[in-house]
């Protein structure tokens, strides 16, 4: 069973950094990109970030880029996003997802249950 | 960057009704690289359908995908009470994808 763990969400102040960091199992990770998508309180999706299978291409938002990095540790199964320079519009439940296909398509075909983060004084 | 534009906001029906829902595109989606997530409360997206018509693993045949190009369409053909909820349509296939703003299917 495909499982993602999202963890490292906390409450943080304006101009502060955090990491989140997600767990996966149930699946051949090194196989696949990985994705972070964003859920503001009551509002949408928003796509964040994508890594490749083996971390040498990874793409950002526009809201994003320049402060967030994605990387992954495919030795430990795990993926992970740095937030630096945090604003009040970060706020959001930072949702970890699988590409479906071996590519990049941006298909996500597996989600996490979302770790939030609070950016507030 | 394309824009999908999701409508209508929200959709009231009944159990037993039909549903459509309609997704449309800033510009052509190439090769129908587009899908349907539902949201339920306080849990992750779920892949309904990609490639605007394929249904994903598990998805009950009451669903459907249509469209091409710049109009999509989601269609339910009897409403479940599991199946009130938020719909988001998506278009992938390139470095960066991005989700329309959703539709709330809310029971009549």
């Known amino acids: 069973e495909v499982q993602l763990v999202e963890s490292g969400g906390v409450v943080v102040q304006p101009g502060g950094s955090l990491r989140l960091s997600c767990a996966a199992s149930g699946f051949t990770f090194d196989d696949y990109a990985m994705h972070w998508v964003r859920q503001a309180p009551g509002k949408g999706l928003e796509w964040v970030s994508l890594i490749s299978w083996d971390g040498g291409s990874t793409y950002y938002a526009d809201s994003v880029k320049g402060r967030f990095t994605i990387s992954r540790d495919n030795s430990k199964n795990s993926l992970y996003l740095q937030m630096n320079s945090l604003r009040a519009e970060d706020t959001a439940l930072y949702y970890c997802?699988?590409?479906?296909?071996?590519?990049?398509?941006?298909?996500?075909?597996?989600w996490g249950q979302g770790t939030l983060v609070t950016v507030s004084s | 960057e394309i824009v999908l534009t999701q409508s209508p906001g929200t959709l009231s029906l009944s159990p037993g009704e039909r549903a459509t829902l309609s997704c449309r595109a800033s510009?052509?989606?190439?090769?129908?690289?587009l899908a349907w997530y539902q949201q339920k409360p306080g849990q992750a997206p779920r892949l309904l359908i990609y490639g605007a018509s394929s249904r994903a693993t598990g998805i009950p045949d009451r669903f459907s995908g249509s469209g091409s190009g710049t109009d999509f369409t989601l269609t339910i053909s009897r409403l479940e009470p599991e199946d009130f909820a938020v719909y988001y349509c998506q278009q992938y296939g390139s470095s960066r994808c991005s989700f329309g703003q959703g539709t709330k299917l809310e029971i009549k």
């Open positions: 997802a699988k590409d479906m296909w071996e590519g990049e398509s941006g298909l996500l075909d597996y």
């Open positions: 510009q052509s989606v190439s090769s129908s690289y």
